[in-house]
Structure formats: C-alpha cells, structure tokens
C-alpha cells in the first residue's frame, strides 16, 4: 500500500515538473490560428482581440495573465505605447493607422504561473477600392416585405464610453439622407432600420464611426452586403382525409392514409403523425403489427400536400375499440382528425342479392337471344321475297336479249 | 334569476404573505412560492373546451352564465377547492355555486402537466429533421461559431458566412399538445446543444446518434417558438430559459434582456 502511495506521488510530481518547466522557458502549447481573419481599410484603425481570451467572462486583468503581442516575421515585436502606430490596451493590439505593410500574421501569446499558450490571428489591409469591398463586406439577410435592421458591426472598441456617439449611413457610396423615411439610423445605436424591406434595397452598405487619437480624427468604416430573402411561406395545415370511421375485414391488411392539404406552404417544418389512444404508433404497437408508412410530399398544381398511412397488417378485433388519430403541427398551428376502425358486416344485401342477380341475367340473356333470333328469322323471310321479286322482274328482259 | 355572488370575496383578503393575487385580465393569478413550486398555470388555459377555470371579475361582472363544460373552483393559494360537472345551456344559480363549495365528496382536478421538477415522465418520440444545415443568426447579425476550445458557441459577426456552424433541426413529438420541441445539431457531427443552468454556457454535448426517444436528457430538447422572422429556443428542462447571445460572451442560457434571446434562421442557400 505504501509503495502505491509513493508510486502516486511520484508520478504526479513527475507530469507537474515539465509543464513548469514548459512555462518558464517559454514553450507556449500553440493552439493554431484563429478562424477569423481581420480586414482592414488603410488609414483607419484595426484592433486586434486575443482570440483565446476574448470570450472569458470578464476583465483579462481578473485572470492574472499576461499577454503579449508578436508579429509572425519579426519575433521581437513589442508595442510601443499609444502615442506609436502600435500599441496594446486592454490585451487587443490597435494599429492606428493601419497600413498595407501591417498585413500579416499575429501571434498572442496568454501566460500565468502555471499555463501558457498562443494562438495566431491574421490582418489584412486593403487599400480603400471597389474591388476590395467583396473580402471586408460582412453579409446580413432581410426578410422581403418586413422591416428590419442592418447593425454596423465590431465597433465596440470605438464606441465605448461614448454616448454621443453618431454613424453615417450610405448606401452605394451615397449618404442616406435622415430625412429618408425609408431608411432611419437609431441615435445612439449602431442600427440602421429599414421601412417595407424591398428587392432594391439589396447592395452595399457603408457605416462610418469618427474615432479621434491623439487629436488625429480617424473614421472607421464597416462595409455591409445586404441580401434580401423570401421568408418560406407557412401555412395553417388542413386535413383532408381519412374518414371518421373506416370499414375494414377482420383478418385483412388495412392501410388508412392522412392527407393534410398545406396550400402554398412549406412541407419541411410540417410534422404528420398517427396517434392511438393518444400514444404514439411506435410505443402503442412495439411487435409492429401497426406501424406508420413512409411520409409522402408531393404537388398538384402548385398546392402542396403530405400523406403519412398507417398500415395494419392485418386488422383484429382490439383495433375495433381504438381511438386513432391523425395528427399535424408546424409553427403556426396543431390540428388532430379522430377515425375509428369498424368491422365490414359480414351479411350484406349485395352478397345475397349476387345469385339471384345472376339468374336473372341468364334469364334476361335467354330471353333476349330468343327475341333477337324471332327478329331474325323475318328479317330473312324479307330478303328472300324481296329477291324473288328482283330476279323475276329482270327476266323478260334477259328473254330479249336472247331473242 | 338570482346575481352569482362572487364567491371569491371572502378569498380576497386571505392570502399569506408568499402568495400574491391577482384579478386581472379576468383571471386568477397564482404564485404559490413553495417549496416544490408547484405550477398550477396550467389550470387557467381553456384547453379547447375541457376545461375553465371561473375568474374573480367574471363571476361577479357576469349575472347570466351559461357553462358547456366543466367549472372549476379555486381558493387563492391556487389549491382546486371542488369541480362540478353542468349540462348544457344550465344556468348557474347562487344554490348551484353553494352546493359546490359545500359538497365534500368531489374529487380535486389534478394539475394538467405536473410541475417542472417532475415532467421527466413525458416522452419525446424523433419524428424527422426539419432543418438542414442551417444557420443562426442574432438580432445583431452575428454568426454562430465553435469558440477556440470547441465545446461552446460564440456569436461574431463574420464576413464570410460559410466560417458560421450548421446546424440540422430535429423535431420531436410528443402526447402533450405542447409546443414544437427540436433539437440542434452541428451538421455532419454528433454534438447536439445542451441546454445549462441560467448564465451558463450551452454546451456541446457528443452524442453516439440522434435520440429516437428522449425521456430523461431534457435538456437536449428546444421548444422552438417562431414569431415572424424571430425565432426562440426554450430549454424543456429549464422553460424559463432561452438560448441566448451577449457581446464578448459565450452562447449561454438567458430569460432575455440584456441577452438577445431571439434568432433569425438562415436556410442553407448554394
């Protein structure tokens, strides 16, 4: 037990040992580069975040660590402080201004007593051109028809503390005038509403931010693609089938579709189900004796509907006094059919009434074959005379042409 | 025909300091903050017609009531005092609403749905994915991304929408008509949002396949709400939870302000 314990003990001191070491010699573990890569606009400002510690709750100071900053091609990077182009505050690393030759990659390094690791973020300025819209737009979506909002995105380092803060909006490089009742920029937020979203309104966007350093002004610009979409139509689904009772043999396979008529709504979000004696199919009948058939989604024209069977194989006497229900539900609306199975009488009028039915018919058939051949028979008799007559008339004629 | 006097009046004044009573909106309002928080919510929806739950305001505003179904009476501490059962087109008199508080041998109504320490008995049966490889996307625009560790989401605002997490809709069934419960997971994985205690992180949590049923791991499970073009998420496990972002936070459980609670859902488009 004893050499247990001392095997422990030394085992631990032994992994602890190394990451100590790990540490004070500055073999940060390197966690990879961040997904994100940071564009910029030359001329204007860019901060860089810590990507590892960006989204701990609370100040970085409250960690004790310390974070420094180095660019990928020259190790010895140290900011200045924020009277030089580059400098940290509050773990981000702001370049003011950001120019063509600060592109690159940077590395954060986040270390304490005991822990220590690094993670790489990229930079890229581009000169301010059309062409360069494409790679710093960032994309927001606005549903046709409703009004909505564009947000003029990762300013947070520019607008703290400022509660007189004020974003110039344009559109297609042209200044959205306040006056627009169309387009209305929220004082004090970095919002931008939208009246009656249109398919004209989709393109670029700009937001500028006036940011003074030093006494030098700045402006940051955030450029936005606006994409406009067609929200996916949903519809209050309506049953159309089954019946509320369903006549069926003992014995036999039986299969009950429910139909649900959806209009120009989207099947996707449309759950169809069966239900017995409010269980689900799959928990009411586990042999499998009951089970639901495949879900079927298909058109006429342009109207949509789903069809889900529930299929018995076979029928018996317990499913007589079930309460089965089809059931349909999608954001909008949950509805419920009820439909019970009842037994096919066994007597039936058109099963006894078959062998007199079919007599008859011989009859009537017998009865018809002799009329027609009655009918027949003078029909015959007409002809023959008619014939006679003929001949008899053309033959003086035949005499004298013998003559 | 006799006023229905208002049998509540005596009620009024009687309720302890941890109960609170409300009258408004015609509708008996009941906080019982005891020790198991017992919900009696439930009994104040009309459930299609099975059953009302009779009002302070309405029993005395109104002189003529004519009941289809059942009546329910209720003390303030929300404890069901006697139902009663009336034929149709019966009109309540004094004698009537006398006769039920005095008859001992009626039954209380149970509660509908049992509070929320115990719903784990209501099944969720998978009936089909809804969504494929969609996206989330906040009020303030922002993507929903794996944060450096992989176990959480963060909300940032991306440039380029395909860096944003997928994620394939589960929806789920069940015998209670309840609202649309869903589950979210990040497509081609098998990690599925857990839902955590309030101003905790949702975690991604591994999965061997999507849960045909689920009973007990509730918190797997979403009631999807969808208003517009704003959509909700509530923890099954924790209804008074959504998911939620906040600047520089991780995506975590909220009630709502100062998070934003609310998602637009982005279709994946080629």
Known sequence: ?403 | MAKVPDVFEDLKNCYSENEEYSSDADQLSLNQKSFYDASYDTLHEDHGGKLRSLGTSEASKMSQLTFKESVVVLAANGKVLKKRRLSFDQFITSEDLEAIVNDAEEEPIQPRLAPNNFQSSIKYSFNKVIKKQCTLSDTSSQGLIRDTSGQYLMAAALQDTNQAVKFDMGAYITDEDSLLPVTLRISETRLFLSAQNKDEPVLLKEMPETPKAIQDETNLLFFWESHGTKNYFKSVAQPKLFIATKQDQLVHMATGLPSNTDFQILENKP
Not at chain 1, 60 to 87: I, L, Y
Not at chain 1, 203 to 223: D, E, I, K, L, Q
Request: proline share 4%; charged share 20%.
């Open chain 1, 1 to 403: 037990m004893f050499f247990m314990y001392l095997l422990i003990v030394g085992v631990s001191a032994f992994t602890i040992q190394p990451e100590e070491r790990t540490v004070a010699s500055g073999n940060c573990q390197f966690r990879g580069k961040h997904f994100k890569t940071i564009f910029g606009v030359e001329g204007e400002p860019a901060v860089l975040r810590c990507p590892q510690v960006r989204y701990w709750l609370g100040a970085s100071a409250s960690f004790h660590v310390n974070m420094t900053w180095r660019k990928n091609d020259s190790a010895g990077m140290a900011p200045g402080g924020e009277e030089t182009q580059v400098w940290v505050k509050d773990g981000a690393l702001w370049i003011v201004p950001a120019l063509q030759g600060n592109s690159g990659t940077y590395i954060c390094t986040v270390r304490n007593a005991s822990y220590c690791d690094e993670m790489s973020i990229e930079l890229r300025v581009f000169k301010k051109t059309e062409a360069s819209l494409t790679f710093i737009s960032y994309p927001q979506i606005l549903i046709l028809s409703t009004s909505g909002s564009l947000v003029c995105p990762e300013l947070s380092e520019f607008t703290r503390n400022k509660t007189d803060m004020k974003i110039h909006w344009y559109k297609d490089s042209v200044l959205l005038d306040q006056a627009n009742e169309k387009f209305l920029s929220v004082q004090g937020t970095t919002r931008l509403l939208i009246n009656n979203v249109s398919v004209e309104d989709e393109g670029y966007y700009s937001c500028v931010v006036a940011f003074a350093h030093n006494g030098t002004p700045y402006n940051v610009t955030r450029n936005i693609k606006l994409r406009i979409d067609k929200k996916e139509e949903e519809t209050v689904p309506v049953i159309i089938s089954p019946h509320q009772t369903i006549l069926a043999s003992l014995g036999s396979r039986l299969t009950i579709p429910c139909k649900v008529f959806l209009g120009a709504g989207t099947c996707s979000t449309t759950l169809l189900w069966w239900m017995a004696n409010n269980t689900n199919i799959k928990s009411a009948y586990q042999e499998g004796r009951v089970t639901e058939g495949q879900r079927l989604e298909y058109s006429e024209n342009n109207e949509n509907y789903i069809e889900v069977p529930l299929i018995f194989n076979p029928v018996i006497r317990e499913d007589l006094n079930v309460d089965f229900k089809c059931v349909v539900r999608n954001t909008l609306s949950f509805q419920m059919l009820h439909t019970t199975v009842k037994e096919a009488s066994t007597f039936s009028w058109e099963i006894a009434l078959a062998p007199l039915s079919l007599v008859l018919l011989v009859l009537g058939g017998i009865w018809m074959h002799r009329r027609y051949k009655h009918r027949t028979g003078k029909t015959y008799g007409l002809t023959a005379l008619k014939t006679g007559h003929q001949d008899f008339r053309f033959y003086p004629s035949n005499i004298k042409e013998i003559k």
